[in-house]
């Protein structure tokens, strides 16, 4: 018979997973809406204050963890569900950097000729995986913060002051 027990943290997360597509699905939060296509006004470009102030409540605050449609870049009309690091407003909108969990680092030279530059943030509760994550810091989205699906965590004040540094350096 085989040990369960030498991968229980995987049998856990399964069970985990099993029990929440159970939950009657009237006491989930409902999923936030997705723009139309057009309403995305374009990426942000001008300059802007770079904030750290999380806040724990319901609300999207600059230093946090969200997941939101993020529009692709070469077609606003279509893009997916990610996780993205609020770094600051413009009103109406907050303002953030997309993550991936897809490691740059070894094709950094790469990503650079196609003008794209990466922070390395290590991992968190973003990830339910526990996988490291890194933050696109030359991209500034506009959100919408009616799309925000959930928040997913903060990042701490050295992660973010990284990313902030990030963004200085390839604004």
């Known amino acids: 018979m085989p040990d369960v027990t030498a991968n229980s943290s ?30 995305y006004p374009g990426d942000f470009t001008g300059p802007f204050t770079i904030t750290y102030e999380p806040h724990p409540d319901e609300v999207a605050d600059p230093g ?9 870049e070469e077609d606003h009309s279509q893009g997916k569900d990610r ?9 109406p909108w907050l303002l953030a950097v997309p993550m991936t969990s897809k490691d740059h680092q070894r094709d950094a030279a790469q990503e650079a000729e196609e003008g794209r530059y990466w922070v ?19 991209r500034i989205l506009r959100i919408d913060p009616a799309t925000i699906r ?22």
């Open 150 to 171: 959930r928040g997913a965590g903060k990042l701490d004040k050295p992660r973010f002051e990284a990313v902030a540094e990030g963004i200085r350096r390839h604004w």
């Open 64 to 72: 946090e963890v969200v997941w939101t449609w993020v529009p692709f």
């Open 83 to 91: 996780p993205v690091v609020i770094v600051g407003r413009d009103q």
């Open 10 to 39: 995987g049998w856990q997360r399964i069970a985990r997973r099993i029990a929440a597509a159970l939950r009657p699905t009237a006491s989930r939060r409902p999923a936030a809406p997705r723009p139309k296509p057009g309403d």
């Open 120 to 138: 390395d943030i290590g991992s968190g509760e973003w990830d339910r995986s526990g996988r490291p994550s890194e933050v696109r810091v030359n």
